[in-house]
């Protein structure tokens, strides 16, 4: 790949008025820069996704735009939150773009290392994640949540790339394949890994958000982690089957302890047949459960229509 590529970069904004004019001027230095070099082309673009916010981001986009049309604007109707504001943005942006960029309005990920993305992507890579050396610039609460998370849900089989949000470069065809996937539960940090394709990873330092405030309070952080779960993994259901085997062994074993102090006359009356009936009933019910639970989860893995299969490349 020799010619230059025509960038795109994907800013999902939830009022976000203070870090605005911020995050734009830092945009126009390095696109500047970086026209200049001719790193990228001269159609390369910001799109700012406005996910519905309520004070004046959506004016600030159009103003720019009208200064400057480099920077173009999306605006929703309402918010729906920094995944599916970001998938609107891909889906938008990689139509007029050979390769895109996702990155938060606040400038908390390093502009600088876009540079970087550029080079992997001109190896032939067609996702390079952006990887936080260190979380110091997290509160240790987040930080620790953060990691426990993700281990927590690699433990259920869920590929992500360890330190890395969604601080991204995509090629247009990775961007086809995601676009490929119609559920509406997004977790884009599970979804991206399981495309495939020849990745890599940059590592980079995340600084302090700039201006404003998190638009992640825990409420919505812990929204995107149950997501996360549930979005990928049946392992819950599969555990609560093997629970309810484990619980039908554990009630014969009850049984027959029933039945031999029934025997021995060492029971009192109705004693046998209480406990028979607890523990046997108790592990049919899970046992009925569990089995209920593997048919919703194919159903589940139905509905999704993810795609089969994704192809990467032809020839002939
Ligand atoms: N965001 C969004 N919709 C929301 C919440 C957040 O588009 O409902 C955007 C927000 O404007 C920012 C990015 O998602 O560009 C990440 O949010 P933030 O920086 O507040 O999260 P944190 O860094 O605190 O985890
Ligand atoms: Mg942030």
Redesign the pocket.
Known sequence: MTTIPTLGII??????KEVLPLTISAMQRFFEDWKGRRLITEESFVLF?D?GSQDDTWSQIEHIHAMDTQFRGLKLAH?V??QN?LFAGLAEGHLSADCVVSM???L?DDVEVIEQFLAEYAKGNDIVYGVREDRQSDSWFKRSTAQGFYRFIDQLGVETVFNHADYRLMSKRAVEALYAHPERNLFLRGMVPALGFQTTEVSYTRQP?LAGE???PLR?MLSLAWDGVTSFSVRPIKLLFLLSLFMLIVSFGFVGYALYRQYEGKAMDGWTSLMMSIWFIGGLQLFGIGLVGEYVGKIYQEVKRRPRYIVEERCG
Do not use: L, M
């Not at 800013?11 to 976000?16: A, G, H, L, S």
């Open positions: 800013v999902p904004c939830y009022n976000e996704v996910d918010n939150g920094h504001a938060d309005a606040d908390q958000r998190s638009k992640y919505k």
